[in-house]
Antibody, heavy 124, light 110 residues
Framework: QVQLVETGGGVVQPGGSLRLSCAAS????????MNWVRQAPGKGLEWLAF????????YYAESVKGRFTISRDNSEKTLYLQMNSLRAEDTAVYYC?????????????????WGQGTMVIVSS | QSALTQPASVSGSPGQSITISCTGT?????????VSWYQQHPGKAPKLMIY???NRPSGVSNRFSGSKSANTASLTISGLQAEDEADYYC??????????FGGGTKLTVL
């Protein structure tokens, strides 16, 4: 079945780095744009980044621009989020989410498939 | 990009209808048809309920409907059921080629 599985979360010190992965299955990964969304404990959803189906277009929220990098490996059907210079306020559950429409070139499409999330805690 | 504005909470009795509003600007909600609504139960991932303002994905009950007027989108749930109790989030594409979510609305079924 269509599935996204995030891994890579954990506890990291302020200023540290972490790379999250999102493994896709059950659909043609290389045909869909992908996103990262996070949710701080007890808070709402925050969109972080979008990457086009072929990896050529990337867009970021201002809150993470310059610190986080979204990338993908279509041969491995995997989405990544490289997080650098982490801060306490980056503590959250991180979700990857698939765009509903095929061949999306920007973040216009709705997010029809979500992973279960991976927790990132930034603390000394 | 500021978050879209949603009421913090709404409530209704079983069988009733409720509406959740989502207010943005001409740079997001008012400028595009790309407004979506998500349902999130505690400890679970969000689920897409409405896309492109008023379209329902396959498998979503027709008790859920969406609309938009100017800079405000709305989600209406008719025939409230206990399992509808959850958090609801709207989202919109923006002129900055980004996506913005609303702050979320907690729906309580009395």
């Amino acid at each position: 079945q269509v599935q996204l599985v995030e891994t890579g979360g954990g506890v990291v010190q302020p200023g540290g780095s972490l790379r999250l992965s999102c493994a896709a299955s059950g659909f043609t990964f290389s045909s869909y744009g992908m996103n990262w969304v996070r949710q701080a404990p007890g808070k709402g959803l925050e969109w972080l980044a979008f990457i086009r189906y072929d990896g050529n277009n990337k867009y970021y929220a201002e809150s993470v621009k310059g610190r986080f990098t979204i990338s993908r490996d279509n041969s491995e059907k995997t989405l990544y989020l490289q997080m650098n210079s982490l801060r306490a306020e980056d503590t959250a559950v991180y979700y990857c989410a698939k765009v509903q429409e095929v061949w999306s070139v920007a973040g216009t499409g709705a997010f029809d498939i979500w992973g279960q999330g991976t927790m990132v805690i930034v603390s000394s | 990009q500021s978050a879209l504005t949603q009421p913090a909470s709404v409530s209704g009795s079983p069988g009733q209808s409720i509406t959740i509003s989502c207010t943005g600007t001409s740079s997001d909600v008012g400028g595009y048809k790309f407004v979506s609504w998500y349902q999130q139960h505690p400890g679970k991932a969000p689920k897409l309920m409405i896309y492109d303002v008023s379209n329902r994905p396959s498998g979503v009950s027709n008790r859920f409907s969406g609309s938009k007027s100017a800079n405000t989108a709305s989600l209406t749930i008719s025939g409230l059921q206990a399992e509808d109790e959850a958090d609801y989030y709207c989202s919109s594409y923006t002129t900055s080629s980004t996506v913005v979510f609303g702050g979320g609305t907690k729906l309580t079924v009395l």
